[in-house]
């Protein structure tokens, strides 16, 4: 074994965690405004990667093209479903919003296992075998493609919340949903907004994971405890701390699969979760209560 291969593995990781970052970024978003947790959020992921798919298969898009678009159709579902369906849960008991957000996203699953049937979907991409030679490093060019997407959606998403109208409301009303009303801000219809902005990152995180993973009704489960994972790793509510979060459950994940075994994966991902409830249970970039 050598460094250079532990360093190939290091890299293949971050740029994976990228992406998973950004999946769990749209969690974080929502969790940290809305105050909802999303237990269909792995399964609008899927979604996602189905719809990226087809339209790969039908149109020819390539998914960084198809990202926009479906970025785009699921913030316009967020935003109804939050206005429509979830709003009517805000404030309500932690158990309810569990057994609404589960069995959406059980109808979701059931939906897509009706339609595609349970066999994994492949998108066969003109660069899904080629690679880029940096030195001692061969980076695989579709997960390069993929994490630069990721880090382009996010630091959108940042940009937004930073130095929009629109973005400073919504930050107040994370900070003081009381004072936000007093003044006179949409508090509603800025949930709304909210919740399609993170359906819009986790249909943006979902078209460039079929780049690098199958579709298939079996990830949805999966990707909504590893989305769980990073935001509680990286802080519940920072958006910095889901993006450092993932690119630590990615290279975690890799050099698992190198040393170990694919399937022990979860097994260190969950250790490190564990490790950092023990020595510090607000996450890596949340806020002490």
């Not at 290091?10 to 769990?24: F, P």
């Not at 994994?120 to 880029?132: E, I, Q, T």
């Not at 909210?194 to 943006?204: I, K």
Request: aromatic share 10%; net charge positive.
């Amino acid at each position: 074994m050598t460094v250079a291969i532990v360093l190939n593995v290091l890299v293949q990781g971050v740029l994976t965690g990228l992406v998973y970052g950004l999946m769990a970024l749209g969690l974080s978003v929502i969790f940290g405004i809305v105050r909802v947790v999303n237990f269909a959020h792995g399964e609008f992921a899927v979604v996602a990667m189905y719809a990226t798919w087809l339209l790969f298969v039908t149109l020819g898009l390539d998914p960084l093209i198809s990202l926009l678009p479906i970025a785009i159709v699921f913030f316009g579902i967020g935003y109804l479903l939050q206005a429509t369906l979830v709003n009517r849960f805000v404030g309500r008991a932690e158990h309810e919003q569990f057994i609404l957000l589960v069995g959406l996203g059980i109808i979701i699953v059931n939906g897509l296992l009706m339609i595609f049937g349970p066999d994994a979907r492949p998108a066969n991409l003109s660069y899904s075998f080629d690679s880029y030679m940096i030195g001692p490093v061969i980076v695989d060019k579709a997960r390069v493609f993929a994490a630069a997407g990721a880090l382009v959606v996010s630091a959108a998403l940042v940009a937004f919340f930073r130095y929009t109208a629109t973005g400073t409301a919504i930050r107040a009303c994370a900070d003081n949903l009381t004072g936000a009303a007093v003044v006179g801000l949409n508090v509603k219809r800025l949930y709304a907004l909210t919740f399609g902005l993170g359906l819009a990152c986790v249909g943006a995180a979902g078209a460039l994971m079929v780049t690098i993973a199958d579709a298939s009704p079996a990830l949805s489960q999966a990707f909504t405890l590893l989305a769980f994972v990073i935001v509680i790793i990286g802080g519940l509510g920072s958006m910095a701390g889901a993006l450092i979060g993932g690119v630590l459950i990615g290279v975690s994940e890799a050099l698992a699969s190198f040393f170990l075994a694919p399937s022990m994966k979860s097994m260190f991902s969950f250790a490190l979760l564990v490790l950092i409830l023990v020595l510090r249970p607000q996450g890596l970039m949340g806020r002490r209560a």
